[in-house]
T-cell receptor, first 111, second 116 residues
Framework: QKEVEQDPGPLSVPEGAIVSLNCTYS??????FMWYRQYSRKGPELLMY????GNKEDGRFTAQVDKSSKYISLFIRDSQPSDSATYLC???????????FGKGNQVVVIP | GAVVSQHPSWVICKSGTSVKIECRSL??????MFWYRQFPKQSLMLMAT?????????EQGVEKDKFLINHASLTLSTLTVTSAHPEDSSFYIC????????????FGPGTRLTVL
């Protein structure tokens, strides 16, 4: 079983819809959870950073962490065409700061 | 804040030559820098972790003599691809983390290497 599972299937939504992304993980030592956005041919950009369980909101973005289920989510409200990108979940913990990444979700917001 | 730059953004070289890629943290001191490789439509593959002033720790399967990493200061790390071959063509991305947030990594814009 991979440390982090993220369904890479492309996701197309109409502009204004809510985008829902999620990852599951197997390592219970993970405590730090991140979502990165990556545009084509660019480096990943840190979107959300969460420590332990709970919710975090930043503008149109909400990150949720459920450590008991080993499940994290990212929601994008009122999606815009500029949100079209690949979204990677990442996590770390257990005494080192190496990141374990999901495969990434390609999101396309259709005007 | 937390800006990481990479130079060059793209490079084309002949097979057998060496290429150096620079990674700089512009507005914070990076105690740890990471080097990743990314193939098209795939996630990032960690190549090595480097702490300022010490030798890099390479991931299994990454040739340390081929991918030389130097982290001489708290704001600069370099990756040198020695005797590059076409199979080394890839997107190389660095990231940096600092004392303020050891588990937050901030990524550079990446360097696209094409070896002819």
């Amino acid at each position: 079983q991979k440390e982090v599972e993220q369904d890479p299937g492309p996701l197309s939504v109409p502009e204004g819809a809510i985008v829902s992304l999620n990852c599951t993980y197997s390592n219970s030592a993970f405590q730090y959870f991140m979502w990165y956005r990556q545009y084509s041919r660019k480096g990943p950009e840190l979107l959300m950073y969460t420590y332990s369980s709970g919710n975090k909101e930043d503008g149109r973005f909400t990150a949720q962490v459920d450590k008991s289920s080993k499940y994290i989510s990212l929601f994008i409200r009122d999606s815009q065409p500029s949100d079209s990108a690949t979204y990677l979940c990442a996590m770390s913990g257990g005494g080192n700061n190496r990141l374990a990444f999901g495969k990434g979700n390609q999101v396309v917001v259709i005007p | 804040g937390a800006v990481v730059s990479q130079h060059p953004s793209w490079v084309i070289c002949k097979s057998g030559t060496s290429v150096k890629i620079e990674c700089r943290s512009l507005d914070f001191q990076a105690t740890t820098m990471f080097w990743y490789r990314q193939f098209p439509k795939q996630s990032l593959m960690l190549m090595a972790t480097s702490n300022e002033g010490s030798k890099a720790t390479y991931e299994q399967g990454v040739e340390k003599d081929k991918f030389l990493i130097n982290h001489a200061s708290l704001t600069l790390s370099t990756l040198t691809v020695t005797s590059a071959h076409p199979e080394d063509s890839s997107f190389y991305i660095c990231s940096a983390s600092g004392l303020a947030g050891l588990n937050e990594q901030f990524f550079g814009p990446g360097t696209r290497l094409t070896v002819l």
